[in-house]
């Protein structure tokens, strides 16, 4: 069965860096648009960032120029590298990935900015 994990997510004081992993399983990895997302309590999931197959990417406006997502397809990995955390990046950050009508989420891991 498909399957996203996550891992990664800390404790990281504002200006920090950290690193988010996500190992995927049972799918033709390849294939797959790749997209981190994020949310906090009472919120709606935000959608931060994707690499295509072809590896382009985009990021949503706060986060441009401070995070970077990848992806590896010979490990059926993808990341998301953040840089100059800040109070705002707070959040459940989920790895999600696309192949047309077909979606799969991981199981989220906190990121939580705080000095």
């Known amino acids: 069965q498909a399957r996203l994990v996550e891992s990664g997510g800390d404790v990281v004081q504002p200006g920090g860096s950290l690193k988010l992993s996500c190992a995927a399983s049972d799918i033709t990895f390849g294939l797959y648009t790749l997209a981190w997302y994020r949310q906090v309590p009472g919120k709606q999931r935000e959608w931060v960032a994707t690499?295509?197959?072809?590896?382009?990417?985009n990021y949503t406006e706060s986060v441009k120029g401070r995070f970077t997502i990848s992806r590896d397809n010979s490990k059926d990995m993808f990341y998301l590298e953040m840089k100059n955390l800040k109070f705002d990046d707070t959040a459940v950050y989920y790895c999600?990935?696309?192949?047309?009508?077909?979606?799969?989420w991981g199981q989220g891991t906190q990121v939580t900015v705080s000095s």
């Open positions: 690499v295509e197959l072809n590896e382009s990417t």
């Open positions: 999600n990935a696309q192949l047309g009508t077909m979606i799969r």
